[in-house]
């Protein structure tokens, strides 16, 4: 009896540690030819809890073909009403040795990368973020997915 209690336990302390907090993850596939410096990753996250914060990752995923050891990103949010905001972050992807930042297997890492901490969502609604590169390349090689994942903070 006192081990299956003890099993009992462990298991829900357990499944409740495993309990995600995303409310939206999504990844947007670059064609191998390369990233064009015209071509929009569109994301549409529904946000229904104005109360809570949230924080909002932009993923990266490049092969070791990647050039740089940065990714400069341009990013616009459209709000429910119609506002719309513009913004650019820098992402490191390398460090000054050139050794990959990101985790993966094979020859394809994965970066997260923080790009709003604490955000609370003044209305309810879609709203959409636009994301390109911002690098000097027209046709920018090696980057594999752009993802946006929303998670909601304890």
């Known amino acids: 009896m006192k081990n299956s209690l003890l099993i009992l336990l462990f298991s829900s302390l ?8 995303d409310v939206y993850l999504k990844y947007k596939t670059i064609t191998t030819n390369g ?7 569109t994301f549409d996250i529904q946000i229904k809890d104005t109360t809570a914060s949230y924080n909002l990752y932009v993923n990266i995923r490049n092969r070791g073909e990647y050039p740089y050891q940065n990714l400069w990103l341009f990013l616009s949010k459209m709000s429910p009403d119609s506002t719309l905001i513009r913004d650019s972050i820098e992402c490191y992807l390398a460090d000054k040795r050139g050794k990959w930042l ?3 297997i094979g020859s394809v890492l994965e970066m ?9 969502f003044s209305k309810a609604g879609r709203y959409q973020y636009k994301i390109t590169h911002g690098m000097r390349d027209s046709v ?3 980057i594999n ?3 946006m994942r929303v998670e909601k903070v304890k």
């Open 35 to 41: 990233w064009n410096k015209d071509s929009l990753c």
């Open 102 to 104: 990101g985790t993966g």
């Open 14 to 21: 357990f499944l409740t540690g495993c309990i995600n907090n």
């Open 145 to 147: 997915d752009i993802g």
């Open 140 to 142: 920018l090689i090696g």
């Open 112 to 120: 997260p990368v923080l790009y709003q901490q604490k955000v609370k």
